[in-house]
């Protein structure tokens, strides 16, 4: 599986974005995925997953009833809508995939093995 992420762009503080990443493989549909996202000078820090089995989703705290992950299997792509977006959201957003994630690990960016290139996305205040 290979991933390539979009989406990513300049918004102001209260606005929306869907960010997208698209997956090639015929074994797309056993990974769990996840989005991170690092902001300058900073350590890459979780923000949601969707397991692999039962599609349930986790989330980081600061973004829990803002943001939603989700998957398309027949698309083969990973979403991640951001609503009311805030200026400390500002990062580089990578997606990624693994295969043998289990539920406690989801959060750990060491649990996958597949990783998109990032995206950029900027909240002015």
């Known amino acids: 599986v290979q991933l390539q992420a979009s989406g990513g762009g300049l918004v102001q503080a209260g606005g929306s974005l869907r960010l997208s990443c698209a997956a090639s493989g015929r074994t797309f549909h056993n990974y769990a995925v996840a989005w991170f996202r690092q902001a300058p000078g900073q350590e890459r820090e979780f923000v949601a997953a969707?397991?692999?089995?039962?599609?349930?989703?986790y989330y980081a705290d600061s973004v829990k009833g803002r943001f939603t992950i989700s998957r398309d299997n027949g698309l083969k792509t990973i979403f991640l809508q951001m609503n009311t977006l805030k200026p400390e959201d500002t990062a580089i957003y990578y997606c990624a995939a693994g295969q043998r994630v289990i539920t406690s690990s989801l959060p750990s960016p060491e649990a996958y093995d597949v990783w998109g290139q990032g995206t950029q996305v900027t909240v002015s205040s």
């Open positions: 969707r397991s692999r089995v039962g599609g349930s989703t």
